[in-house]
């Protein structure tokens, strides 16, 4: 199947926010994009929050080693927040905010992707835990489902 030109999927996401004791739990069904440009795909679609009133670009970069990226919001957005993800290692990154730019690092326990190509179909499950200036914000967990 040729994904260079990119290929419709659905989305099914699940993420589990913890922080200070509260666990929150959101889902999103969403219309998206499956990329391929060499060794990466990309996985793309619109998160809307319908309570928050927002709605925000998301891409996740899989990379070819294992590593996933996440960019929420756009440089046109009040936010941009970018994450990247490596099992096993704390990786420092940006989250632009309309108060500035604020430095943060995820530390990755685990990290899987799964995906067939017939039928086109994958899992990414990310467990993660987030600090900034070196404080732990929360943990979190985020499944996203796609088919095409």
Known sequence: MDMTHGVPISIHL???VTQDGDTEH??????????Q?????????????KE????YPVTLKLRGNGEVQLS????NDDIELKLHFANERRVLTQYRT???VIPVETVTPRLDVRMTT???AGEI??????FAQNQHVGDYRMRLLFNA
Do not use: C
């Open 52 to 55: 928050a009133g927002t709605n």
């Open 118 to 120: 017939a039928p086109l």
């Open 26 to 35: 959101h889902v999103f069904d969403e219309p998206g994009t499956l990329v």
């Open 72 to 75: 929420r919001g756009s440089a």
């Open 14 to 16: 699940e993420t589990f």
């Open 98 to 100: 309309p108060f500035g």
């Open 125 to 130: 499950y990310i467990e993660y835990q987030l």
């Open 37 to 49: 440009l060499n060794d990466t795909l990309y996985i793309r679609y619109r998160e809307e929050d």
